[in-house]
């Protein structure tokens, strides 16, 4: 009889144990819903409007009925001029909201029954700058909850605010030899410049049908910035490839590209079967889908059939994985 109660102790050990582990690895496995700057970063031009909006906003939601959120930040470099709520509750009611010279708390809730799900906007500040340089906006507390008052898991991510005079920044001219594969006219191929990491400014330049360095942006702040194309019938620089230009104080000049050609289906940066179905089904006909003219010559050809099968199998990812601008 006793060797058969310990048995059955044992059995509601093990059962209450797992039953613990259980709602543990629920829990673990529970959305959790984050809240995040938006842009990230964000830039203020002190000799422009000297203001930005800075969204704080809430992704993958589920139930969200109410939220406490405070944002710190650098007053020697921003200020905050003012807020207004966002659309991702409804019917909101502020309880409460706690100002301070390097911070600003928001404590709300909605009055409908359900709690929201999704992706929106909580609040939105304006920031003035004060001073140049950078404040990290940082998340101090952020809590939510249910229309049951319960608290949910959440997760935050800070964000980076930059201030600054683009009157004090250093100008360099970007040089670069840049060409189409099977394309003899050099001219009218755009390089995107995007935002700046430092100081946010973003440029673009048109290339000319001359030899050698043949696209000129006259004065670019010295900055870090991602390189992209977006040119028809060749595989681009998209953005995922990564391809940073530091443009310094002793040089903006790049390193020379030649775009891969024969992507008759150029938006999927890969050329594959269905490029090579393109220009082989358009050959020699004058009705044939412009893109199968791959060379830009206005027919198509043994030549754009080439130019496919030369470079057939290549993405972007390979065709530009040794490019170091």
Known sequence: MKFLQKIWSIFLCLVFFFSIAQTNAVKAQDPENLIHFSPDPSYIYMDGTNQVTVNVMIRDAIDVSAFDVQVNFDPTKVTRLSYELGDFLKNTSCIDRFVGPNYFRLICGQLATDGQNGTGTLFRIVFQGVTEGVTPLEFT??????????????????????????????????????????????????LYLGRGLHYGLAYSGVSTNIPGENLTIPAVAADSYLLTTNQPRVLNITADLNKTATITSEDGTLTPLMLRGGNAVWTDNVIDIHDLTMVTGGYLDPDADPNADVNFDGVVNLIDIALVAGNFGLSSQTAYANWIP
């Open 141 to 190: 507390e952020t809590h939510l909850s249910n229309r049951y008052g319960q608290a949910l898991p959440v997760s935050s991510t800070n964000g980076t605010l930059n201030v600054v005079n683009t009157g004090n920044l250093l100008y360099l001219p970007l040089i670069l030899n840049i060409a189409q594969q099977g394309q003899s006219d050099r001219g009218g191929i755009t």
